[in-house]
């Protein structure tokens, strides 16, 4: 059997239990998993690319054959130097399928040696995702069951000085 080497791209802004239980799931797949920052995508980021690949580095230490790196440009162009012939994706709810599927067809245009292999999500993290994660957080809300202890600290950290509340306190129902 050859060596296969697959890469795991995404923003994680910032890594939940959703892209945990992927990656560790593709390391018992894959000889070696290299889980991909990429570095500034068109959304706005709530974490540094620093800090995003710190925190997946943190929470997935102590497993040998996975690897954490950032990278820019082109997923298919960093598999190529890096000599990975899989893209991991994690497939959640319905709505990932359309974006997935085209992102995937894309992809195997530019690069037809490269397979992309989607797993489909635990059920328990269906519908979790880095959006959910950031909004109950800067709105003060327990996040503690979606991100590991030390993203929930980086969560309060960044979100400390929230903003004061727009409506008085008449409107507001105190
Ligand atoms: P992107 O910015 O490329 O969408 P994300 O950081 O949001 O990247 O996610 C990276 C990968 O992890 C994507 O393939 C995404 O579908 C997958 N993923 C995110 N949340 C979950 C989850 N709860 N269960 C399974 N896969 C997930």
Known sequence: MPYIK???P????????GHIDIALRAA??????????????????????EERVAMVRK??????????????????EFCRKIGARVIVRGL?????????FRMALTNHRLAPEIE??????????????????????????DVSFMVPPFVAEALREKFRNRAAPYFPASLRGE
């Open 28 to 49: 018992r797949l894959f000889d070696e998993v290299v889980v991909a920052v990429y570095d500034r995508p068109l959304k706005e980021l709530v974490f540094s690319p």
């Open 92 to 100: 959640r709810v319905f709505s990932d399928f359309e974006r997935e």
């Open 6 to 8: 697959a890469v795991f």
């Open 116 to 141: 992309v292999v989607a797993l489909i999500t635990s059920a328990k993290y269906m519908f979790l995702s880095s959006t959910t994660v950031r909004e109950v957080a800067a709105l003060g809300g």
């Open 10 to 17: 995404g923003t994680f802004d910032p890594i939940h239990y």
């Open 59 to 76: 929470a997935l230490a102590g497993h040998p054959n996975i690897q954490v790196m950032g990278y820019s440009g082109l997923t298919v």
